[in-house]
Each structure stands twice: as structure tokens, then as C-alpha cells.
Nanobody
Framework: QVQLVESGGGLVQAGGSLRLSCTVS????????ISWYRQAPEKQRELVAR???????DYADSVKGRFFISRDNAKNTGYLQMNSLKPWDTAVYYC????????WGQGTQVTVSS
């Protein structure tokens, strides 16, 4: 059974930082791309960042230079370091693995106060 468990969300003031974690079990994490999405109230879920198994990365324009995706294959964990947070970064953040299936975490709330 594949499981993705996120942690690290919370309430932070604008300009602050948070690091989200996504621990994966039940699949070969080293061979899988990992992505982070977010969904704000009344908005569609959007891709924030993606890291391929070889380390190649993509970012949404809105987070480039502020957010950084990484992975630790030894720990089966992906990370999203979020710096210089802004109120419009407020959303539920989800990690996703699209590898022999489409798997989602439960989501973690990030709230940025102005």
C-alpha cells in the first residue's frame, strides 16, 4: 500500500519560512518524480514544484527563487523549503507521486498572515 504523509505546515508571518516534508512508503521512491501542489480556497489545485528522479526541477513562476524542492532518497522523503512567504501562498499543500499510479498525500495547511 502506497502512503504519502506530509508534515510541516502551519501559521507564519509574511516573509517567514516553512519546510514541508513528504515521507513515502510502499513504492520505489528513488525512481519516482515527486511534486508539490497547492490549492487555495475556491481555486484550482496548481503545481508548485516538481523534482524528477534524476534531480531535474521545475517551479511555478510564482514561487521561483523563493521555494526549493529537494529529496532524500535514503529517507524516502521529499521536501519543499518555502522562503519569503506571502499571504497569497496560503493554501493546502499536497505532495504527489506519479509513478505506476497517481498518489497523493493528505495535505498540510499553510497560512501566511500579513
Amino acid at each position: 500500500q502506497v502512503q504519502l504523509v506530509e508534515s510541516g505546515g502551519g501559521l507564519v508571518q509574511a516573509g517567514g519560512s516553512l519546510r514541508l516534508s513528504c515521507t513515502v512508503s510502499g513504492l520505489d521512491f528513488r525512481g519516482a518524480p515527486i511534486s508539490w501542489y497547492r490549492q487555495a480556497p475556491e481555486k484550482q489545485r496548481e503545481l508548485v514544484a516538481r523534482m524528477q528522479f534524476d534531480g531535474a526541477t521545475d517551479y511555478a513562476d510564482s514561487v521561483k527563487g523563493r521555494f526549493f524542492i529537494s529529496r532524500d532518497n535514503a529517507k524516502n522523503t521529499g521536501y519543499l523549503q518555502m522562503n519569503s512567504l506571502k499571504p497569497w501562498d496560503t493554501a493546502v499543500y499536497y505532495c504527489n507521486i506519479l509513478h505506476r499510479g497517481n498518489y497523493w498525500g493528505q495535505g498540510t495547511q499553510v497560512t501566511v498572515s500579513s
